[in-house]
T-cell receptor, first 115, second 111 residues
Framework: GAGVSQSPSNKVTEKGKDVELRCDPISGHTALYWYRQSLGQGLEFLIY????????KSGLPSDRFSAERTGGSVSTLTIQRTQQEDSAVYLC?????????????FGSGTQLSVL | QKEVEQDPGPLSVPEGAIVSLNCTYSNSAFQYFMWYRQYSRKGPELLMYTYSSGNKEDGRFTAQVDKSSKYISLFIRDSQPSDSATYLCAMPLGAGNMLTFGGGTRLMVKP
């Protein structure tokens, strides 16, 4: 596709359930990033991938959060045993490389609501 | 204290006004400074970036960096209703282009 695609666009779940969020980056982009945006908060870095490997997982808020990327393309962010504080917009971005001035292209995000 | 601070607004201006959006930051290691624009229910998009101190102009937009004060600004001339959005400053730190974002300033330009 022409841009970064995320699915679903909206997800409502019950506390304690697991959720999977999907990101399709721009074709050919080697770097992929996950951010979280809570109401009134800035974007919070979660994790990034260079190819299929994740050199830095320090941004993941707890061990309930995990992410993987396969084939250097699609990535999945999984949240286990969701809590109400997990409610946020989860944004995925990709870039061709990982240099400091590389432009990030963001998807429209997944709005996660945990009831 | 957050590494990057922005006034959340909202900032409401009439069409045609000059807008000044600002960020302060605490980490003197930041070298690149970016401005992203985010429309409602969309992901952020890169508007401008500058390296180190100084000014950079792109059409109606001017980005200004003052590293001595740890203060960056985005000026919008002849503001338009289509400029209504949230503006986020961001700085990369460390490997992998991980960005630290400010909380964003919501701008509303009234026709």
């Amino acid at each position: 596709g022409a841009g970064v695609s995320q699915s679903p666009s909206n997800k409502v779940t019950e506390k304690g359930k697991d959720v999977e969020l999907r990101c399709d980056p721009i074709s050919g982009h080697t770097a992929l990033y996950w951010y979280r945006q809570s109401l009134g908060q800035g974007l919070e870095f979660l994790i990034y991938f260079q190819g299929n490997s994740a050199p830095d997982k320090s941004g993941l808020p707890s061990d309930r959060f995990s992410a993987e990327r396969t084939g250097g393309s699609v990535s999945t962010l999984t949240i286990q045993r969701t809590q109400q504080e997990d409610s946020a917009v989860y944004l995925c971005a990709s870039s061709q490389l990982t240099g400091f001035n590389e432009k990030l292209f963001f998807g429209s995000g997944t709005q996660l609501s945990v009831l | 204290q957050k590494e990057v601070e922005q006034d959340p607004g909202p900032l409401s201006v009439p069409e045609g006004a000059i807008v000044s959006l600002n960020c302060t930051y605490s980490n003197s290691a930041f070298q690149y400074f970016m401005w992203y624009r985010q429309y409602s229910r969309k992901g952020p998009e890169l508007l401008m970036y500058t390296y180190s101190s100084g000014n950079k102009e792109d059409g109606r937009f001017t980005a200004q960096v003052d590293k001595s004060s740890k203060y960056i600004s985005l000026f919008i001339r002849d503001s338009q209703p289509s400029d209504s959005a949230t503006y986020l400053c961001a700085m990369p730190l460390g490997a992998g282009n991980m960005l630290t974002f400010g909380g964003g300033t919501r701008l509303m330009v009234k026709p």
